[in-house]
């Protein structure tokens, strides 16, 4: 047997082990979750992944537009218990109504999103959505899940250490106004949830996140918008917005 093929049991165990010693428990999903990276170890690419997309031309990072998703994102910030930090904001040129927020701080909207929403609680409920993610360490947790795929291919092949590939996937995905990992239909439910309890404690009214999703159902006909790309069904966000709604009282 070649030295390789023995070692990969070896790295195998390893990366079992890994996994399992890097469960965590996250309070706000209420749920365990591999992370063999986290939010702060992903800050330095998405850092590096916002100079660059803000160096682009027409992204605006002062000016009203950006000062109303300030005025809206800062409060559901703070809602999520992220206030700790200094946020930026930009508003980016692009037709397709899309959000991001950032691990390392940081939240942009395009002009389409702006152009759609009829007011800043349906603002409030993508950016709630995004902060979501961030809370819901759905980045950090893709991002571990990819990780533990390439020590795997890494110990098929004899070779380890192939952590910072994935996160540098993350890093270079971010610059491309948000479109960072494909998270899966759990992943953005449990967005859903988080984001209307922050526009509850931010003062926004809840049920326009039913609203939003209905336009963007409705922009759907004509254009399928990169915000709502890879995610659940509309029928089965809007019902499940709608009777976790219900089940907190709000309107």
């Given at each position: 047997?070649?030295?390789s093929?023995r070692?990969v049991?070896?790295f195998?165990a390893?990366v ?5 010693g890097?469960c965590?428990y996250?309070?706000a ?9 986290d939010n702060a170890?992903?800050?330095q690419?998405s850092n590096a ?10 992204v605006?990072t002062?000016?009203?537009?950006v000062?109303?998703?300030?005025r809206?994102?800062?409060p559901?910030?703070?809602?999520a218990?992220?206030?700790?930090r200094?946020?930026?904001?930009a508003?980016f040129p692009e037709e397709?109504p ?5 691990p ?5 909207v395009?002009?389409g999103?702006?152009?759609l929403?009829?007011n800043d609680?349906?603002l409030?409920?993508?950016?709630g959505h995004e902060?979501?993610h961030?809370v ?14 390439s020590?795997g291919?890494a ?11 994935a996160v540098?996937?993350?890093g270079?995905?971010?610059?491309q106004?948000g ?6 239909r759990r992943d ?16 926004f ?6 609203a939003?999703w ?6 759907r006909?004509?254009a ?5 790309s890879?995610?659940?069904s509309?029928?089965?966000r809007i019902?499940?917005l709608?009777?976790?709604?219900a089940s907190r009282?709000?309107?």
């Amino acid at each position: 047997m070649s030295r390789s093929r023995r070692l990969v049991p070896a790295f195998a165990a390893l990366v079992a082990a890994s996994a399992l010693g890097a469960c965590a428990y996250n309070e706000a999903l209420g749920r365990n979750q591999l992370l063999l990276v986290d939010n702060a170890a992903l800050s330095q690419q998405s850092n590096a992944a916002w100079r660059e997309a803000v160096s682009k031309p027409g992204v605006l990072t002062s000016g009203a537009q950006v000062e109303r998703v300030r005025r809206v994102g800062g409060p559901l910030v703070q809602a999520a218990g992220l206030g700790g930090r200094s946020w930026e904001y930009a508003v980016f040129p692009e037709e397709s109504p899309n959000a991001f927020t950032l691990p390392s701080g940081q939240i942009g909207v395009t002009t389409g999103l702006l152009n759609l929403v009829r007011n800043d609680d349906q603002l409030a409920s993508v950016i709630g959505h995004e902060i979501g993610h961030i809370v819901g360490g759905h980045a950090a947790e893709r991002a571990s899940n990819q990780a533990l795929t390439s020590v795997g291919l890494a110990a098929a092949q004899g070779v380890a250490g192939r952590y910072g590939d994935a996160v540098g996937a993350y890093g270079g995905l971010a610059a491309q106004y948000g479109v960072l990992l494909p998270y899966s239909r759990r992943d953005e439910l449990e967005a859903d949830r988080l984001g209307v309890d922050y526009m509850a404690a931010a003062g926004f009214k809840p049920s326009e996140a039913v609203a939003l999703w209905r336009l963007m159902a409705a922009q759907r006909q004509t254009a399928t918008p990169q915000f709502a790309s890879t995610h659940p069904s509309d029928d089965t966000r809007i019902q499940a917005l709608q009777q976790y709604i219900a089940s907190r009282g709000w309107n």
